[in-house]
């Protein structure tokens, strides 16, 4: 039992990227100006990413590490990527909000990188205790950014309300990993699908059914699904703005590499196929009616791209229930080009609505009215992105929806479908709505609103990154499909 | 198929969408480099569009047989499960589309010239025409059902600001109804789509394919039945139904027409022009080349109450016009009626077997709805031209407060009066030679249907003539002593358009003779499917 460089190598993107972190952390200590740790922070995100493109052009094998606890496959790297992505974006849209409202700026960004971390392993890891502790490596730093407006009651309450919810949430997965290891004896994903299938599990099983509804509940608080969602609203509102977006990416998509990666890997879902396939689907159809819904009244940007990211998930979902249904990786595929398309795009929705909140101090969708002429470049990319969350041709977001239904169409959940593009058709209603306050309405003050170098940047990144992977779609979605195949081949075992 | 680039119909649609960017560019306080900005982009896409015609010859073009065609596989992914996910980049233009596509250029052209003395927010408005024209040329140039369906959505957001910032006083319900409606349409649409796509898989071992070619040949078309509810309904009829709704709001065909009537009155001239001269022409064409042509057995079935609707529409457009105060609802409400000549060609072509018999008149009324689609779009842009001049210069549209104002401006009466006549279909104007195709076509195959619809032509002579009377013609309101003529910019788009109404009336055979093979085309597959 020794550790190898094979291991090593295998984790070096974590690793580099955790030693990034605490290098953020103590360069705070030592260096006065704020914008030193920010680029170090930002250029250091070179390192992992170099490793983990190092890792995905000559992909080692075998790729499994520390005693198949550790998997980098295909799905894990299109995941390591996006994640990366996701940080470096984030550090452009919180800096200069970071700078304003937060006192300890080097906390932010040391927290923000653990949490990546722990992202990056919860799509590699294959064993069900380094996938609980990865989970809790990305959680806790979620938590403590959620309170870093120190004096604002808020945000306090949005912090202790998140650790308490996570915290159940947490147990709840630890329960239905509980049940798995007691039916099988083992806690890799790959000898649990070797034991489910084998042990006469093959007509149903209460206790293997319980496992996968703990398990699916788990992550679904991660993934803010119906009925977990509650805590999403408030906890957005609360939270400083860009903390606001990393959850509304961030935790969502590694919550969702974690829930494929188990019920694919561990194929928990094969011996009660129907029943779950049903279940997943009613959180689907829940989840994205709820959120479409409700969003439409809200009066909070935040509230409201809080409750449409609970929306955005249930269209996710249903590519899971397609695959999950058919054993398939074509669901999957699609919901992980959907992953990438939905994270580019609202973390641009959010660079505008930082940069907003930024000139304003407040968060009202009042706020957003004519925009377009106080700060027309703003307005354009906010729509671009907006429009593109709302599925509008010709924007990526279009794409990433058509083949998400599509490939569930293709697998007979026409109703779900159905369902899906009516609520694509409600969420025109607030993402719309948003567009026409910006170049319709007359502002209620006038006065350009100025925005920062960062904050621009991360809005062209994604303003212009959608047109890209509308033209570059079928790349994209190439990858996605070989990172979907590879996942334990398929349930092909 | 191989990929190759002519360019030509690429350059012709992105050209305005960069023109749009570029205008974005110009300095806020420079509208008139917008102004000229639009008006340079716009004037070398319709030099380019009529390069299209003069470039190559069009004797016998059709689906099968394109010109300019610009091909490049875009996407094709495998994505397990037998699903193909396969989208490619293709162009191309025929007989059906070619008219349109200049047709979009010329009033394209025309409607930034006649917006030359919009002041509000100058710079957006002519970023957002150009953006619209990208639209509407990729619709009509668009091969690939899921790249036509990309580009269908495009017009969408520019047309709806359009709108709801430049329009009347009840702008912003205008745009969000129009708004509506489309989307409506468009998402039931897409699950038509949606079901053609993956029963032609389906039916050819996992060959998926969008490619607007091969699924109109007959060996592409989806076959065999639905089961909805215990009740079975033949596939192509269901496929029919759900596009042809996307089709049907943008036609827009009785009831789906309300929309229509609201976004005419409250859009500026221009917008109007674009949105009765191309964009309702977007449903009437989808409904041509892709209902008639990919579903000749669905458009079979449904084809005795299409013609119904057409009738409908026809007598319903022109009944409700002729009770209009406003002279611009009145015109919103004709193009109701007019389009629907265009239904009740298509229904006459869909209608009977294959009597050998009958072939020459459902290919005539074929030829004549598609002949119609431009010349209404021709004679409704002049005629909204005409009513924004008017409303420029007297601030009212109410035709009951006129009176003989021809004596004030006798420019402009004379192009409303020709373009009023066009629209009655006197002959030697160009709408007499479509509807007397559409209607001579459809008499022995719908011939109630044609005779209720032939009613449409009294009655817009009726509304048409009446609105003459009051308004231009009889003694002088004295209130209208001061009204100053059209002026010289003013006269351009209304010379250009009657001009154009001229020529097509009094040479046919022109656009005819474009159009008839690829009419043919669509008529032979669905002889040959039908039995």
């Known amino acids: 039992m020794t550790v190898t460089g094979s291991d090593i190598w295998l984790l070096s993107p974590e690793l580099s990227l955790a030693l990034l972190a605490l290098l953020v952390i103590g360069l705070d200590l030592v260096v006065k100006r704020r914008s030193v740790v920010a680029i170090t922070a930002l250029l250091g995100l070179a390192i992992p990413a170099g490793f983990t493109f190092a890792l995905a052009t000559n992909l080692p094998n075998p790729h499994q590490a520390f005693f198949n606890m550790l998997t980098v496959d295909e799905y894990s790297l299109f995941f390591k990527l996006l994640f990366l992505l996701i940080g470096a974006v984030m550090i452009l ?86 049940f798995l290891y007691g039916l099988t004896g083992t806690t890799s994903l790959d000898g649990i699908a070797t034991a489910t299938l084998k ?98 009244v809200q009066s ?130 607030y993402y719309g709505y948003l567009v026409y306050a910006m170049f319709v309405k007359e502002p209620h003050k006038e006065g350009h609103i100025s925005s920062t170098r960062p904050l621009n940047l991360a809005l062209a990144i994604s303003s212009v990154g959608i047109i890209v992977v509308t033209i570059l779609t079928s790349v994209l979605l190439d990858q996605a499909n070989i990172g979907a195949q590879g996942l334990a081949a398929f349930l092909g075992h | 198929m191989q990929t190759q680039f002519n360019a030509l119909l690429t350059i012709i649609v992105f050209l305005p969408a960069l023109g749009a960017i570029g205008l974005f560019l110009v300095p ?30 069009w004797d016998n073009t059709s689906i099968n047989n394109l010109r300019w065609v610009d091909f490049s596989p875009w996407i094709n992914i495998h994505l397990g499960g037998n699903f193909d996910f396969k989208v490619d980049y293709f162009l191309g233009a025929d007989g059906l589309s070619l008219p349109m596509i200049i047709l979009n250029g010329l009033l394209s052209f025309l409607a930034v010239i006649g917006s030359w ?78 079901l053609l796509y993956f029963d032609q898989g389906a039916l050819h071992n996992g060959a998926y394919t969008a490619n607007m070619v091969l699924l109109s040949s007959p060996d592409h078309q989806i076959s065999g039945f639905f089961s909805l509810g ?111 000549y265009v239904l009740l060609g298509v229904a006459a072509a869909a209608g009977v077997a294959a009597d050998p018999n009958l072939l020459a008149f459902r290919q005539a009324a074929l030829t004549g709805a598609a002949l119609q689609m431009f010349t209404h779009g021709s004679i409704t842009g002049l005629l909204f031209f005409c009513v924004g001049v008017v409303y420029e210069k007297a601030h009212t549209r109410e035709i009951d407060i006129f009176g003989g104002i021809t004596k004030r401006m006798p420019k402009l009466a004379t192009m409303f009066s020709i373009a009023c006549l066009a629209s009655l279909g006197l002959p030697a104007l160009s709408g007499f030679v479509a509807e007397y195709l559409v209607f001579t076509g459809s008499f022995p195959i719908w011939t109630t249907w044609t005779i209720l619809g032939a009613f449409g032509i009294v009655l817009t002579a009726g509304y048409l003539l009446w609105m003459l009377k009051r308004a231009f013609y009889g003694p002088l309101n004295p209130k209208w002593a001061a009204l100053p003529d059209a002026s010289t910019l003013e006269m351009v788009p209304l010379i250009s358009l009657v001009a154009v109404i001229l020529l097509f009336g009094i040479f046919p055979g022109l656009l005819v003779s474009i159009i008839q093979p690829s009419v043919s085309q669509i008529l032979t597959t669905m002889v040959a499917v039908i039995h």
């Not at chain 2, 102004?35 to 470039?55: D, E, I, M, N, Q």
């Not at chain 2, 927010?121 to 990729?138: F, N, P, Q, S």
């Not at chain 2, 009509?140 to 047309?159: G, N």
Request: charged residues 10%; proline residues 3%.
């Open chain 2, 230 to 340: 215990g009740f079975q309904i033949g596939a192509q009829l269901l496929a029919f139904i759900l596009i042809f709704t996307g089709f049907a709001v943008k036609i827009p065909m009785f009831p789906f027409h309300t929309w229509l009537p609201d976004a005419h009155t409250e859009a500026p001239t221009a917008v109007s022009v674009l949105l009765a001269g191309v964009l309702l022409k977007m449903g009437a064409y989808g409904l041509i080349r892709i209902c008639l042509g990919f579903f000749p057995v669905g458009a079979h079935d449904i084809a005795w109450w299409l013609g119904g609707l057409a009738a409908i529409n026809i007598l319903y457009g022109a009944g409700v016009s002729m009770i209009q105060g406003d002279m611009k609802k009145m015109i919103a409400y004709s193009s109701v009626s007019h389009m629907g």
């Open chain 1, 199 to 296: 042990s006469g599990f093959a007509g149903g099983n209460i206790l293997l059914l319980l496992a996968n509804v703990f398990v699916l509940a788990g992550f679904g608080f991660k993934i803010s699904a119906v009925p977990f969602h509650n805590w999403a609203p408030d906890i957005y509102e609360g939270a400083p703005t860009p903390a606001t977006a990393f959850y509304s990416v961030g935790s969502k998509a590694a919550g969702f590499a974690a829930l494929f990666r188990v019920f694919v890997d561990a194929n928990i879902a094969l011996p009660n196929g129907t029943t779950i396939v049903m279940l997943i689907s009613v959180i689907a159809i829940l989840t994205m009616t709820l959120g479409n819904v409700v969003a439409i």
């Open chain 1, 93 to 178: 849209v919180s800096y200069d909000y970071i700078n304003k409202y937060v006192r300890s700026a080097g906390e932010f960004y040391a927290l923000l990188l653990l949490s990546v971390t722990g992202m990056m392993l919860m799509a590699s890891t294959t064993e069900l205790i380094s996938i609980y502790i990865s989970l809790e490596l990305t959680s806790i730093p979620l938590y403590i950014m959620a309170g870093l407006l120190r004096g604002d009651d808020r945000s306090a309450e949005a912090a202790v309300k998140y650790v308490l919810l996570g915290a159940m949430s947490s147990a709840i997965l630890l329960y239905g990993f509980a």
């Open chain 1, 300 to 429: 909070n940007v935040k509230r409201m791209m809080a409750y449409s990211s609970i929306g955005q998930a249930g269209y996710i979902l249903v590519g899971f229930a397609a695959s999950v249904g058919s054993g398939t990786p074509g669901g999957i595929a699609s919901a992980m080009f959907f992953l990438f398309v939905y994270v580019l795009t609202n973390l641009g929705a959010f660079a505008g609505i930082i940069a907003l909140g930024h000139a304003l101090g407040s968060e009202n969708i009042r706020d957003f009215n004519g925009l377009r002429f106080r700060n027309g470049w703003l307005a354009v990319g906010t729509s671009i992105c907006l429009l593109s969350l709302a599925g509008v041709p010709p924007m990526a977001g279009f794409f990433a929806k058509f083949v998400l239904f599509a490939s569930a169409w293709q697998q007979g959940l026409t109703w779900l479908v159905v369902i899906g593009v009516l609520n694509s058709l409600v969420s025109m209603g």
């Open chain 2, 28 to 57: 806020p306080k420079r509208t008139a480099w917008a102004k000229w900005g639009a008006a340079v982009v716009t004037a070398v896409v319709f030099v380019l569009t009529l390069a299209l015609y003069f470039g190559q010859a």
């Open chain 2, 117 to 194: 003395h919009i002041e509000k927010r100058t710079k957006d408005y002519m970023a957002l025409i150009l953006l619209l024209e990208t639209g509407v040329m990729g619709v009509f140039s668009a091969l690939d059902l899921i790249l036509f369906f990309l580009f269908w959505e495009v017009e969408l957001i520019p047309m709806f600001l359009l709108i709801a910032v430049w329009g009347g006083l009840r702008r912003e319900y205008a745009a969000w109804k129009f708004l509506l409606y489309t989307l409506f349409g468009s998402s039931i649409m897409l699950a038509g789509i949606l």
